[in-house]
């Protein structure tokens, strides 16, 4: 139980499929009060129920500011605290450099990059009023490798903005023991990569891949739990990366 009576919050985890709901789910089952922050009310609300009657889901667009302090007040009233964000809520769009409009542009670094500041700027006050909390920022390999396979040019520029973004607040939030840290998946099979992939992609993909075999979303799961408790008291600025070895 490494998040017993803590209060999460994990953006994106209303699509049964993806990180963030392998994430509320094993947050839930270390004994958190999870918060699923997703676009969709119903969607949200069900994601949540499925976890069990303590737990809440909230629809909030995370680059819209007003939405995003609309659901965290819901938060504060229901729970009191916010232990654990979890800044997971991310579009991908894969066109290439030459292809990117203003409109693509503004989409992808809106929900990744925007969205990650606009969560963050809403619990850092009762983070630090409580003096302590922990941010985790859902960036990608992408960021790192400069491209992938589903995101774009703009997709690896929000991804490496994180980074940044996440870097600093864990300089600025560190004396009130608020850590900010960031995972960089691989490829792992979520609803991004769902009958995507033919064979001859597969096998040029996993080639590149150490461990050989694509990740799945408990693997992300895993490292936001470690990232998100007390297993990790004395980590932040940190960037884990959960990719089979992609890098080495
Ligand atoms: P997904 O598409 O399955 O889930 C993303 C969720 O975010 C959806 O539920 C969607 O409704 C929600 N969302 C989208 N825009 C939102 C907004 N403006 N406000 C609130 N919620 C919003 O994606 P996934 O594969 O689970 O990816 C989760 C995160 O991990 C993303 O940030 C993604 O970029 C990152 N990532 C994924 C992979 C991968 O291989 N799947 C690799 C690296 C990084």
Same mark, same amino acid.
């Given at each position: 139980m490494l998040l017993k009576d803590k209060v999460a919050i994990v953006t994106g985890?209303?699509?049964?499929?993806?990180l963030g709901f392998a994430t509320a789910k094993l947050f839930a089952e270390n004994g958190a009060k999870v918060v699923i922050v997703d676009l969709d009310t119903e969607a949200s609300k069900k994601a949540a129920a499925a976890l069990g009657e303590q737990h809440l889901g909230v629809a909030a667009n995370v680059a819209n500011e007003q939405q995003v302090q609309a659901a965290i007040e819901q938060v504060i009233a229901k729970?009191?605290?916010?232990d654990v964000l979890v800044n997971n809520a991310g579009i991908t769009q894969p066109i290439k450099t030459m292809d990117i409009k203003r409109e693509n542009y503004d989409a992808v670094l809106d929900v990744s990059l925007r969205g990650t500041l606009l969560m963050s700027q809403a619990v850092i006050p009762t983070m630090r009023a409580q003096k302590s909390g922990s941010i985790v920022c859902i960036s990608s390999v992408s960021a790192q490798r400069g *491209?992938?396979?589903?995101?774009g040019p703009h997709y690896s520029a929000a991804k490496a903005g994180v980074l940044g973004l996440a870097r600093a607040m864990a300089r600025e939030l560190g004396p009130d023991n608020v850590r900010v840290n960031c995972i960089t998946p691989g490829l792992i099979q979520t609803d991004i990569t769902a009958g995507k992939l033919t064979d001859e992609m597969t096998a040029n993909i996993l080639a590149g891949i150490p461990m050989n075999r694509l990740g799945d979303a408990i693997d992300i799961a895993r490292a936001a739990l470690f990232l998100g408790?007390?297993?990790?008291?004395?980590?932040? *600025?940190i960037t884990l990366d959960v990719n089979g070895g992609m890098l080495i």
């Open positions: 985890a209303a699509s049964p499929r993806g729970y009191g605290r916010v *491209g992938g396979i589903f995101g408790s007390d297993l990790s008291s004395y980590s932040t *600025g």
